[in-house]
Each structure stands twice: as C-alpha cells, then as structure tokens.
Antibody, heavy 121, light 109 residues
C-alpha cells in the first residue's frame, strides 16, 4: 500500500525558512521511473506545483520560486525534504507531496493528506 | 510557461445529468494532460492521465478526451459523490514541472 505523509511546522514567522518532510511507504525512492513532487494550495485557491525529484536525483523547480526552494531525498529513510526560504504570509497554504510514476505516460497517482502551514508573526 | 485555463468556473448540474468540463492549454501539450477531483478538506485524486486513460479504480462514468490544446472531462451521469472541484494539469515537459488549471467547481443545481 502506497502512502505519503507530510510533516513540518504548522506556523512559521515571516523571513523564516520552512522545512517540510515527506515520508513515503509502499515504494522506494530508488525505484526507477519514480519521483516525488511538492505541490501547494493556498486556502480557497488552486494547486501550484513547487518542485520534484526523481530516483536518479534529477531535480526541477518552479521558475517563480526557484531561488527559494531546495528539494532533496534520503532514500534510506524514505524521505523527501523541501526547504523554502524567506517565508511570507502569501506562502500560507496546504503543502502536499505526491508520487510520480512515469513509464509510457506519467501519473501523479498518490498524494499525502497535506499539511497546512501558516505564515504569521 | 504553459498556462492552463478551465471553463466554466462553476457548473451547476442536477444528479443524474451529464457534466462537461473544458480545459485549454496556451500551447500544445500533446496528450500530456491529467484531471483531478478534489473534495473539501481532501487531497486531489487522480481521475484521468494521458488525456483519456482512467486511473485505477475510477468509475467508467468519468471519461477524458482531447489532445493538443483542447481537452474535455465528461461525467456521464452525476452521482452525489461527484460534486467537487476538478483540476486539469499539463505535464508536457514534465522534467521541467507541471502547471494546473484554476479549477471548475461542480455543484448541485
């Protein structure tokens, strides 16, 4: 059974750095043709892709947020970590991690439950 | 960057009726398009990928069509559990990331 679970702070202050961890089970981060994405959703708004990392350690970032984001993985711990620097109230959102499977096509097929992060002083 | 638009923003439908949702890409994404359903307080659920392939466990009343820049999600006979927000997502150059549409809310007429 594939599961993903996000963890991290519920509240961060403006200018602080946010660190979120996605712990996966039911698949390995070293599996070929697998990756993990981070996606966020401000309250009442649409989904926004942030970053992803693949089994070969290839990474990609949202163009608009690239300077603030770092994604990494620890295969032995089955974890993917996202850091976002210089947090602002507009970054208040539910942050999701999701599995990517790519073969003949690509699927973002399993999502975590999400974690709500509020940015406020 | 490829921009996704969806129409209508809100669709009011009676149970048992057919719902047709549209998604448009600012440039061709071939068939690299997915649809998701999201209910309040829940994570999105993958419905369709590759523009027309149903994900595992998705009922046959959901179907996707289109290629290039114009796509459609059809729900043939709306059930009570189908009232939700639906997002399209392109992944044409997936190594460089994804973009989502703004969503269509399907509510009860």
């Amino acid at each position: 059974q594939v599961t993903l679970k996000e963890s991290g702070p519920v509240l961060v202050k403006p200018t602080e750095t946010l660190t979120l961890t996605c712990t996966v089970s039911g698949f390995s981060l070293s599996n070929a043709r697998m990756g993990v994405s981070w996606i966020r959703q401000p309250p009442g708004k649409a989904l926004e892709w942030l970053a992803h990392i693949f089994s070969n350690d290839e990474k990609s970032y949202s163009t608009s947020l690239k300077s603030r984001l770092t994604i990494s993985k620890d295969t032995s711990k089955s974890q993917v970590v996202l850091t976002m620097t210089n947090m602002d109230p507009v970054d208040t959102a539910t942050y999701y991690c999701a599995r990517i499977e790519y073969s003949s096509s690509l699927k973002v097929d399993y999502w975590g439950q999400g974690t709500l992060v509020t940015v406020s002083s | 960057e490829i921009v996704m638009t969806q129409s209508p923003a809100t669709l009011s439908v009676s149970p048992g009726e057919r719902a047709t949702l549209s998604c448009r890409a600012s440039q061709s994404v071939s068939s690299n398009l997915a649809w998701y359903q999201q209910k309040p307080g829940q994570a999105p659920r993958l419905l369709i990928y590759g523009a027309s392939t149903r994900a595992t466990g998705i009922p046959a009343r959901f179907s996707g069509s289109g290629s290039g820049t114009e796509f459609t999600l059809t729900i043939s006979s709306l059930q009570s559990e189908d009232f939700a927000v639906y997002y399209c997502q392109q992944y044409n150059n997936w190594l460089r990331g994804f973009t989502f549409g703004p969503g269509t809310k399907v509510d009860i007429k």
